[in-house]
């Protein structure tokens, strides 16, 4: 089993950019795929997470209203797809899959990819 997150890049304040996680498929048990991001000498932290059963999306407050995850099946993608961006949203982002336990925790998820770098320069 294996993620890999791709597209991040620099971007301006109150730019765009769309995140890809490419999925190996989807494992057993899995609840969904989620996304986090770690900033330097930060902890990982819960980004958004989307469910394999009905699509239903959760998302951390302070990207609510700007980020938008979606998936396709066929094709085995999860996307980020992340507006209005901030410099506060400088972070390396990586894709999960969720597998127990509070959404919201790093310990519910399991086969993390690399990540990747996202800047937002002021």
């Known amino acids: 089993v294996q993620l890999q997150a791709s597209g991040g890049g620099l971007v301006q304040t109150g730019g765009s950019l769309r995140l890809s996680c490419a999925a190996s498929g989807r494992t057993v048990n899995s609840i969904g795929l989620g996304w986090f991001r770690q900033a330097p000498g930060k902890e990982r932290e819960f980004v958004g997470r989307?469910?394999?059963?009905?699509?239903?999306?959760d998302y951390a407050d302070s990207v609510k209203g700007r980020f938008a995850i979606s998936k396709d099946n066929a094709k085995n993608m999860m996307y980020l797809q992340m507006n209005s961006l901030k410099p506060e949203d400088t972070a390396v982002y990586y894709c999960?899959?969720?597998?127990?336990?509070?959404?919201?925790?790093?310990?519910?998820?399991?086969?993390w990819g690399p990540g990747t770098q996202v800047t937002v320069s002021s």
């Open positions: 989307i469910t394999w059963l009905n699509s239903s999306t």
């Open positions: 999960a899959y969720h597998f127990r336990g509070n959404k919201f925790y790093v310990s519910g998820y399991d086969y």
